[in-house]
């Protein structure tokens, strides 16, 4: 009896460990919320869009990072705006894209099943901010500012959420291969 | 050997787990009892970054991560993508809920918001929150989205007493 339980633990243990490994690296994305993925699954894209503003129709954006050994995907709050995506990453969240951000900006997102290569810059300074809050907060929480909005003091938003944003970028042309017409 | 089987299968059977939300991954049933006295002030919530919802799905339980506000002692709370969430779907059909605040249990009703000014209300207590700013003229835009707009759809629930006022 003994034998059988430690058997059938044995045997749910190498079922968790595969289930666990295949949606770390084959399952071609995030497929449980609140775990990454690993390396995206799609097509390269031709080309890189000028205008991002029809990925705003996705709820989320699929980003790859290959900062670290094993490469880590996972689907992240966006805006297309001005033309640009960025990256919207809550610090409740967990930081794991972040901190691979840190070691290496360049990703890779999938929108539609094509695979673009971007760079992620981190925004920062205050009027660059200040510029995005009215687009997320519409975007991501349905809520219009409205005119004579301003920040609070320091310690003002009870749980003033952390939430970094990053810019993304055309990756420098590479040498080895010609300009786009 | 078959009473472990039957109570693992239990405990899957409920959700991803026997326990509550574990961080951002979802889970089962909040073990132990809700919190017996009724609360009417949930400003204290006002610290809380997240809390808990354990919601019902006939003998099944699942519960999630979400976001709160309170406004005016009452207690509010929201989803993204709302019809898309199985704990919405849930609390459609079924709108007992428990709460995990703090590693305290409360048990509630969670009432759809409907009237546009409470909804601005929340809105502009979720702006003061968790983004730092004072929007007197906030406006939500909670509900259905029209085809065309890329925002989220957010719907809003107010936590009212486990038993109805008599």
């Known amino acids: 009896m003994k034998a059988r339980a430690r058997l059938a633990l044995v045997g749910v243990a190498v079922l968790v460990a595969g289930g666990a490994a295949w949606v770390r690296l084959f399952a071609g994305g995030p497929v449980v919320p609140g775990i990454g993925g690993g390396r995206l699954r799609g097509e390269p894209a031709a080309a890189l869009p000028t205008d991002w503003s029809f990925a705003n129709r996705e709820p989320y954006l699929l980003v790859e990072s290959d900062a670290w050994t094993l490469p880590y995907s996972t689907s992240a709050w966006f805006l297309a705006h001005d033309g640009r995506l960025h990256l919207l990453l809550p610090a409740a969240f967990g930081d794991d894209l972040a901190r691979r951000l840190a070691d290496d900006p360049r ?43 301003s920040a609070l003091p320091p310690g003002g938003g009870h749980a003033k959420a952390e939430m970094a944003m990053y810019r993304l970028v055309d990756p420098p042309l590479r040498r080895d291969r010609p300009p786009p017409p | 050997m078959k009473r472990t089987a039957i109570l693992g299968a239990l405990a899957l059977a409920t959700a991803c787990g026997p326990w509550g939300p574990q961080g951002m991954l979802p889970g089962g049933p909040y073990l132990g009892g809700a919190e017996a006295s009724r609360v009417d002030d949930w400003s204290f919530t006002d610290d809380q970054m997240l809390i808990g919802i354990e919601t019902r799905d006939g003998w099944l339980r699942h519960s999630v991560t979400i976001l709160c506000v309170s406004v005016d002692g009452r207690l509010y709370v929201m989803a993204r993508h709302a019809p898309t969430k199985r704990w919405v779907r849930n609390v459609g059909r079924d709108p007992r809920v428990r709460l995990g605040i703090g590693g305290r249990l409360y048990a509630g009703r969670a009432v ?17 929150k ?8 906030a406006h939500a835009l909670f509900g259905p989205v029209p085809a065309g707009d890329d925002r989220a759809e957010v719907w809003a629930w107010r936590i009212d007493p486990a038993e109805p006022r008599s």
């Open chain 2, 112 to 128: 759809r918001i409907t009237d546009p000014a409470e909804a601005d209300a929340v809105a502009r207590g979720f702006l003061r």
């Open chain 2, 130 to 137: 968790y983004v730092g700013i004072d929007a007197p003229h």
């Open chain 1, 107 to 149: 990703v890779r997102v999938a929108i539609d099943g094509r695979l673009y290569d971007q760079v992620a810059e981190r925004v920062t300074g205050d009027a660059a901010l200040a510029a995005l809050v009215a687009p997320v907060v519409r975007r991501q929480f349905a809520i219009e500012l409205g005119d004579g909005a």
